[in-house]
């Protein structure tokens, strides 16, 4: 008896072994738990937004977004956080990332962690904050909600384009346009300078399009129809900003945040500040529990 207990034994401490070294030896992936006084919200990074993650993972790591405010929020929108000048570092970061723009895969679900920018007048490249991050909440759209929201998305765009072009010194008539109207709004407190604006864009189009190619929205596919039906979120901000993660637990916690009162310029009465932290964890895992499909190596 005595022998086969022995043996039953080191089988058992053999399989335990095994099963440890494989764990052990299976590739993880490194999540971020953002906590805040409304709860903890857990979030993968994706691997094919490389530049986005390793510099979030590197200002997690040092502790830059510890204390870090949400200091822009917005109900059915998103929340903004990531400056972090008001955090422990107190000071801001002076560098901008590269846009990782992968609309075909990533878009702007509820829960998405995507990349704050400048506009595009003085950012034409859309490349990101190198710190500031929002996570948004949305809401849901029908086939006509969506479509009203690739209007929305065509004319920021078309905007953008025509505020370059007017601070140009290639298109000094642009200038002068833009001037009349604003000189006209001076001298006439009823003359409404805004339409007069946007129909000069709209007049504008053909000399837009002849700089910068064909403007035409797309429009969206049909696999994020469904999405933005059923989940929701902000689609007129797709391949305009770098999606570069998603929240997988505490969703609720966007929507208590959200619906925090707020002054004039979005930014919460109360003081809510974060802590972020990094966990590991086996991708084996992290495409079981929350469907994350990691790309192939090359």
């Given at each position: 008896m005595t022998t086969v207990f022995n043996k039953n034994t080191w089988i058992k401490a053999l399989l335990g072994a095994f099963i440890f070294l494989s764990f052990s030896c299976e590739e993880k992936d490194e999540l971020v738990v953002i906590s805040t006084p409304y709860g903890d919200m857990t979030a993968?990074?994706?691997?094919d937004t490389p530049i986005h993650k390793e510099n979030?993972?590197?200002?997690?790591?040092s502790g830059q977004y510890d204390?870090?405010?949400f200091h822009r929020v917005i109900e059915n929108f998103m929340i903004q956080t990531g400056d972090v000048s008001t955090g422990v570092a107190e000071e801001a970061v002076d560098y901008t990332l590269d846009a990782e723009f992968l609309p075909e895969k990533y878009i702007h679900v509820k829960g998405a962690l995507a990349a704050a920018r400048t506009g595009d007048a003085v950012n034409p490249q859309k490349k990101s904050s190198g710190s500031q991050f929002y996570i948004v909440q949305g809401e849901t759209y029908d086939d006509e909600g969506l479509a009203t929201?690739?209007?929305r998305r065509y004319s920021l765009k078309i905007n953008g384009l025509f505020t370059r072009m007017y601070r140009s010194d290639r298109y000094p008539e642009l200038r002068e346009k833009v001037e009349y109207h604003r000189m006209k709004s001076e001298e006439d407190s009823t003359y409404d300078f805004n339409a007069a604006y946007q129909q000069l864009i709209l007049n504008s189009i053909g000399l837009i399009e002849e700089e910068f190619g064909d403007q035409t929205d797309p429009g969206y596919p049909d696999w994020a129809k469904k999405i933005y039906a059923t989940t929701g979120g902000v689609p007129h901000l797709d391949a305009e900003?770098?999606?570069?993660?998603?929240?997988?637990?505490g969703l609720e916690v966007i929507d208590k945040i959200a619906a925090v009162q707020t002054n004039q310029r979005d930014k919460p009465l109360e003081d809510i500040r974060m802590t972020v932290k990094v966990i590991e964890v086996p991708k084996s895992q992290v495409t079981k529990k929350y469907g994350i499909e990691y790309p192939e190596k090359k």
């Open positions: 993968v990074l994706y691997d979030f993972l590197k200002l997690t790591k204390s870090v405010l929201r690739a209007e900003y770098t999606v570069f993660g998603k929240v997988v637990e």
